[in-house]
Each structure stands twice: as C-alpha cells, then as structure tokens.
C-alpha cells in the first residue's frame, strides 16, 4: 500500500494523480479503467482541497492499494475538515439540460457510476472516503 500526506491543494493533485497512475500502471490496469480511476480521484480531491477546510490551509492523506483476487484498486481518502458525506446528496437529474439542473453534484455522481463501490464514514473527527474499481 501506498499512502501520501499533502497539503489539500490544486498544487498537490498531480502528485495524488501520479501516484494513483504509477500503482496501476505497476499491475496492468487497462487504459480505460485507469482513466475511471484518475477522473474519480481527481473528483475527490478536489472536492477535498475546495471545500473541506472551508477556504483555510489542511491536510489530507491518500491510501492507495492494488491487488487480491480478482484485482481492485482501492483508493481511501482522508481529510480533517467539515464532517460532509458527499454520497448523501441527491443525484442530479441528468435528463435535464445542462441550464435546467441545480450546479454541483455532478462529479459525485460520476464517481459513484464509474467505481464498483464507494464508501463514506465519519472517524475519529476525519472524513473517510473509500472508493473501490475492479481492474
């Protein structure tokens, strides 16, 4: 398992990313998987660097894991900020033009279509967020 402690920031992402890229790249992930995972976790941690810290410096720690059978990749995500399940807000109505729907929750709901699962939970005063991909 990988883990990385950052400074939750868009200057920080790309490390995120590369990590995340250079693990599944290590065990054969296929291109289009690696490109769910890469657009999830960016969705994520953005997420994280935005709105967490409420504008203030923090941090966030990245996990990342690939293996077992069948193979999945595992990236968790934690941050001290603003306790905030984003899994409970609702799905946008993607049926509606993009000037009839309410802004935001977009990227949520790609990241909960494109991974096999996604988890959130409150910890110890942290915000865990897990999402899991079959490679």
């Known amino acids: 398992m990988k883990e990385?402690?950052?400074a939750a920031s868009d200057e920080t992402l790309y490390t995120?990313?590369?990590?995340?890229?250079?693990?599944?790249?290590?065990?054969?992930?296929?291109?289009d998987v690696q490109t769910q995972i890469l657009i999830s976790a960016e969705e994520i941690y953005v997420n994280i660097a935005h709105y967490a810290y409420g504008g203030k410096a923090g941090e966030?720690?990245?996990?990342?894991?690939?293996?077992?059978?069948p193979k999945t990749c595992k990236v968790v995500f934690y941050d001290r900020g603003m306790q905030y399940n984003p899994l409970e807000k609702e799905d946008p109505d993607t049926t509606l033009s993009a000037d009839e729907r309410?802004?935001?929750?977009?990227?949520?709901?790609m990241?909960?279509?494109?991974m096999d699962k996604v988890d959130y939970?409150?910890?110890?005063?942290?915000n865990i967020f897990t999402m899991i991909k079959k490679l």
Do not use: R, S, W
């Open 102 to 109: 309410q802004i935001g929750g977009l990227g949520v709901f």
């Open 111 to 114: 990241v909960k279509t494109m």
């Open 60 to 69: 966030a720690k990245v996990q990342i894991e690939v293996g077992g059978d």
């Open 16 to 31: 995120v990313l590369d990590a995340i890229k250079d693990e599944l790249n290590k065990n054969g992930c296929p291109g």
């Open 4 to 6: 990385l402690l950052l």
């Open 121 to 126: 939970k409150y910890t110890d005063g942290q």
